[in-house]
Each structure stands twice: as C-alpha cells, then as structure tokens.
C-alpha cells in the first residue's frame, strides 16, 4: 500500500496577491482533511519567474473563519496559524522542482500542521465541508507583505482518531515526466496557457464535445464524437 500525505501546494503571485489562490495539483480551492496532519507547500513567483526569498526573515499563515456571507471575520481568532522562519526556507528551490515537483523540499517554505492543530469545529459544515479564508504574509524590514490569499477548505471524512502525529512521506507512483504532463493538462481556475480546452463526455462515454476559446474571444463548441 501507497502512503501519501495530506499536501496542498500553492504557487503565490507576488503580481496578483488577493486573487484567490487555488492548489497548484488539483487547479481547485485547496482542501485538507480534518484531524489529519498537514503540509501547505508554498512557492513565491512574481508572474512566470520565481523569486529569491532574500530580505523576508519570516512568512505567515493565518486560517479564519468565515461570516454567513462568506467574509473573512476578523473579529475572530485564527483557527489555525503558522510561522517559518528564513531559517527553514529552501532558498535554492528551481522552478522545475517545484512544478515538477522534484527534490527533497520542492517549495520555497512549508506550513506544518499537526493532528491537533488541523482539528477544527465543523457545526456550520454543509456536506461535511466548511470553507475558512486564509492569507499568507511575508515580514521583512519594510513590514508585512500579503503574498497570497483564498478558500481553504476543511472536510470531516468520517474517519476515527487523530492520525499520525508527523505526516508519512510519500512515495511516489508517477514518474517526474508524468507528473509534469498532468500538471500542463489540467484547467485552473484562474489562467490557462494558450489552446487550453475542455473536452465533455455523456455519461455512457459515446458522445465527446471540446469547448475551447476562439481568437475572436468567443465559446466555441466542437463535436469529436
């Protein structure tokens, strides 16, 4: 049996900071387990390059819940919250490390969270998941900086007990090639490279429709099968 632990990977846009940040693997709003160990693996780009870490002595992140309108409430205390200093930072992390997701510690910083700590109140959860806000700060000398922001959100899979205490290593199943082709494939919600399309298929698998973006600017629709 394959054991992976519980990671969510962020790719933080110093260009676009409050635009909601989706996990690098899946393209959708991150989310993590309840009562399970946690890692938020975080890599800072300023668009398409990705940026030394010189002059940040700590980064930050803060998980809050969210109002019945689903506005940050920050009138209340975080529910989780975790700082790295630069002294755990992997300032020789490649670009391809990360999107590849490739070396011992493929990320500028990781949050680290524990059983405990990942251990939050669900009363408000609909279809077992409750959506929290989070946002990722980077201190320096001229004061805090927000390199990232968006939804995070914590899921009650019904599992019993608290988990192991550090999360397991994972062992990978796909080779670095593989990995690399379903990262390009997928479609995120925010940008997309150049061609991107979806292709949408019946539910008995015979019928196969692509939608793709036109340079015109319009929806096109194409037939494949």
């Known amino acids: 049996m394959t054991f992976a632990r519980n990671r969510i990977r962020l790719r933080l846009n110093t260009l676009t900071p409050l635009k909601e940040t989706s996990d ?5 709003r991150p989310k993590f387990p309840r009562a399970r160990a946690l890692s938020v693996e975080c890599a800072i780009y300023s668009g398409d390059t990705l940026l030394a870490l010189t002059g940040i002595t700590s980064m930050v992140m803060e998980v809050k819940v969210l109002t019945s309108s689903g506005v940050i409430d920050s009138s209340q205390a ?3 919250s975790k700082t790295v200093s630069s002294a755990s930072f992997n300032a020789n992390l490649t670009s ?3 999107e590849e997701d490739d070396s011992a510690t493929p990320y500028h910083c990781a949050f680290e969270f524990s059983p405990a700590e990942a251990t939050l109140t669900m009363t408000s959860a609909v279809k ?3 959506r929290h806000g989070f946002v990722i ?6 004061g805090r900086v927000t390199v990232g922001t968006g939804y995070l959100i914590c899921v009650e899979e019904g599992g019993s007990g608290a988990g192991v205490v550090v999360a397991p290593e994972p062992t ?3 080779t670095d090639d593989e990995i690399q082709a379903m990262v390009a494939g997928r479609v995120a919600l925010g940008e997309n490279p150049a061609g991107a399309a979806t292709i949408w298929v019946s539910k008995d698998g015979t019928k196969k429709v692509m939608q793709y973006l036109g340079n015109d600017g319009s929806m096109h629709f194409e037939t494949i099968s």
């Open 24 to 28: 690098y693997v899946t393209g959708s």
């Open 78 to 80: 975080n529910v989780m």
């Open 96 to 98: 391809n490390e990360f």
């Open 128 to 130: 077992n998941e409750l």
């Open 137 to 142: 700060t980077a201190i320096t000398a001229a």
């Open 172 to 174: 990978y199943t796909y």
